[in-house]
């Protein structure tokens, strides 16, 4: 079973209320989860531990914006985040996930500063990439980061970004998005050993953390208008891109 002290249960309470937030109302609130998670608990163990919330944290958010996916864009990536996933499994045993990481931050970070760049020059007007490349290539990396560091949150923001969805929609889509994608993911962290009874049983321990940060995260949402909620996902993008690069 997993053993924590007294700092140890109120950081993994934290990660799960952050969590809650993140996947319901502001995604990138969950932005120190990854690596608060691993100072409490072994790297391994993170792991399968974090996916077990992240899971959770979806079915409350799916359920709640169940409504407002936008499917098209779902389809679109989803089978080249599945390609990614399962890349992501073998390049495990190849590439650490601190030698992954820096790489991750730094193409969300060129690549918000490209999408940064094109609204300047020019503004609601500027052209989208609609290319089928754009949502392979997003797709892809978002599943090969996802699985080697349970760090897809950046991409998928690019991709819905650039797709200029509204804020209930930004939320829904990439609700379901996550469900599906952390789902396929179950059988190769079992097959790895980093998802186990044990961490199931403590993920159960964390849902009324879980449950509080889903509704935080659903008032913050009715709350912001959508200029500051894209504001608050490009800085929460970028702040998470540094944190993996340093």
Same mark, same amino acid.
């Given at each position: 079973?997993? !053993?924590?002290?007294?700092?140890?249960?109120? =950081?993994?309470?934290?990660? $799960?209320?952050?969590?809650?937030?993140?996947?319901?109302?502001?995604?990138?609130?969950?932005?120190?989860?990854?690596?608060?998670?691993?100072? /409490? @608990?072994?790297?391994?163990?993170?792991?399968?531990?974090? @996916?077990?919330?992240?899971?959770?944290?979806?079915?409350? $958010?799916?359920?709640?914006?169940?409504?407002?996916?936008?499917?098209?864009?779902?389809?679109? =990536?989803?089978?080249?985040?599945? $390609?990614?996933?399962?890349?992501?499994? %073998?390049?495990?045993?190849?590439v650490s996930n !601190?030698?992954?990481?820096?790489?991750?931050?730094?193409?969300?970070?060129?690549? #918000?500063?490209?999408?940064?760049?094109?609204?300047?020059? &020019? +503004?609601? !007007?500027?052209?989208?990439p609609t290319g089928?490349?754009?949502?392979?290539? @997003? +797709?892809?990396?978002?599943?090969?980061?996802?699985?080697?560091?349970?760090?897809?949150?950046?991409?998928? /923001? =690019?991709?819905?970004?650039?797709?200029?969805?509204? *804020?209930? !929609?930004?939320?829904?889509?990439?609700?379901?998005? %996550?469900?599906?994608?952390?789902?396929?993911? /179950?059988?190769?962290?079992?097959?790895?050993?980093?998802?186990?009874?044990?961490?199931?049983?403590?993920? #159960?321990?964390?849902?009324?953390?879980?449950?509080? &940060?889903?509704?935080?995260?659903?008032?913050?949402?009715?709350? #912001?208008?959508? *200029?500051?909620?894209?504001?608050?996902?490009?800085?929460?993008?970028?702040?998470?891109?540094?944190?993996?690069?340093?």
């Amino acid at each position: 079973m997993v !053993e924590l002290d007294a700092a140890g249960w109120c =950081i993994a309470i934290f990660c $799960a209320f952050m969590v809650g937030v993140a996947k319901s109302g502001v995604p990138g609130f969950g932005i120190m989860v990854v690596p608060l998670m691993a100072m /409490v @608990l072994p790297a391994k163990q993170s792991v399968g531990v974090l @996916l077990g919330v992240l899971i959770i944290s979806d079915m409350f $958010a799916v359920t709640y914006h169940r409504r407002h996916a936008n499917w098209g864009h779902v389809l679109r =990536i989803l089978p080249a985040a599945f $390609a990614g996933i399962v890349a992501g499994y %073998f390049l495990m045993g190849v590439v650490s996930n !601190e030698q992954f990481r820096p790489m991750i931050g730094a193409v969300v970070l060129v690549m #918000l500063g490209l999408g940064y760049w094109r609204n300047v020059k &020019g +503004g609601l !007007e500027s052209k989208i990439p609609t290319g089928w490349w754009f949502a392979v290539g @997003l +797709g892809f990396f978002a599943g090969v980061t996802s699985m080697m560091a349970n760090a897809a949150g950046p991409i998928s /923001v =690019i991709y819905f970004l650039a797709m200029r969805l509204d *804020k209930m !929609e930004f939320v829904g889509t990439s609700a379901w998005f %996550f469900f599906i994608m952390n789902w396929i993911k /179950v059988p190769f962290n079992m097959s790895l050993e980093s998802m186990t009874v044990d961490s199931i049983k403590f993920n #159960l321990m964390l849902i009324p953390a879980i449950l509080i &940060g889903a509704l935080v995260g659903v008032l913050i949402l009715k709350k #912001l208008p959508k *200029k500051a909620f894209v504001n608050i996902i490009q800085i929460l993008a970028a702040a998470s891109a540094i944190k993996l690069i340093f």
